[in-house]
């Protein structure tokens, strides 16, 4: 199991420190998806560049979900 980490990014990222463990990249994207859901559900200002950054354990950033994809 990796740790990945899940950083929020709209300009100016906010680090996750902890991460969470998972078996596989495709399930930490799956995450990722799960976490930007929740933010949209959240009715935030819908913000084109908010995001949720998928981080390996050496900080490389694999997988970038836009939370409001369809945002002008």
Do not use: C, N, W
């Amino acid at each position: 199991m990796r740790t990945y980490y899940f950083d929020t990014q709209d300009g100016v990222p906010v680090r996750d420190h902890r991460g969470i463990e998972f078996a596989t990249v495709h399930e930490a994207i799956g995450h990722s998806k799960g976490i930007a859901e929740r933010l949209r559900d959240d009715k935030r200002k819908r913000d084109k560049a908010l995001a949720v950054v998928v981080l390996d354990e050496s900080g490389t950033e694999l997988h970038r979900e836009s939370v409001y994809p369809d945002a002008p």
